[in-house]
């Protein structure tokens, strides 16, 4: 069984930063698409970025592009999510969910297998 564990979340204000670390047990990451989902009270969960397995193809959500950047690091055996220039409206729980097969769509998250508890990201305005 695949274990996911997300940190680095925090409170931060706006304008500011923080980077996301999900830990996948397995010791290949590089073969499962990693993506990164969040939801905010109330409301639906939301596609943020996803990084493709075996093509490492990224792909991000709207709300993000050109604020956060998701990465992989083969060695450690995470997928990272820097995100800057935070606003209000990125105060979310973070979690990171993991797909053994090939994922047609990576926003669509019922298509991953795995998923992590998820870490509050909350942003002072």
């Known amino acids: 069984q695949v274990q996911l564990v997300e940190s680095g979340g925090g409170l931060v204000q706006e304008g500011g930063s923080l980077r996301l670390s999900c830990s996948v047990s397995?010791?290949?990451?590089?073969?499962?698409?990693v993506g990164w989902f969040r939801q905010a009270p109330g409301k639906e969960r939301e596609f943020v970025a996803a990084?493709?397995?075996?093509?490492?193809?990224?792909r991000y959500g709207d709300s993000v592009k050109g604020r956060f950047t998701i990465s992989r690091d083969n060695a450690k055996n995470t997928v990272a999510l820097q995100m800057n220039s935070l606003e209000h409206e990125d105060t979310a729980v973070y979690s990171c969910?993991?797909?053994?097969?090939?994922?047609?769509?990576?926003?669509?998250?019922?298509?991953?297998?795995?998923w992590g508890q998820g870490t509050q990201v909350s942003v002072s305005s």
């Open positions: 990084i493709e397995s075996p093509t490492s193809k990224i």
């Open positions: 397995e010791r290949t990451v590089s073969g499962y698409t």
């Open positions: 969910a993991a797909g053994r097969r090939w994922i047609p769509d990576t926003s669509v998250w019922n298509d991953y297998d795995y």
